[in-house]
């Protein structure tokens, strides 16, 4: 029997992908006419700050273990929450 590929859930048992082109979906339909362009960065910018944020409350601050979960070298992982002012 062919094993089942394992996939990556969010908290409410939905994939984050799924809810990510729901999201991008959505913000298309918004923009009303309007162009979009940059969304690559506006992704980043709007998906990064509270993935760090999350992920650095799960692990109770400690930036070691939150690299290891986020899969970043600790010493980006600190470059990047100063970018943010996190710490």
């Not at 908290?11 to 162009?35: I, N, T």
């Not at 979009?36 to 992920?55: D, F, G, H, M, R």
């Amino acid at each position: 029997m062919a094993s089942k590929k394992k996939r990556e859930f969010n908290g409410e048992g939905k994939r984050l992908s799924d809810q990510v082109a729901k999201s991008m979906r959505k913000y298309f339909r918004e923009l009303d006419g309007e162009k979009a362009t940059n969304i690559y960065q506006l992704v980043l910018k709007e998906v990064e700050q509270p993935l760090l944020e999350t992920v650095m409350k799960e692990c109770k601050g400690n930036q070691t273990l939150a690299s290891q979960v986020l899969g970043l070298n600790r010493g980006t992982l600190r470059t990047k929450l100063k970018d943010y002012n996190l710490i």
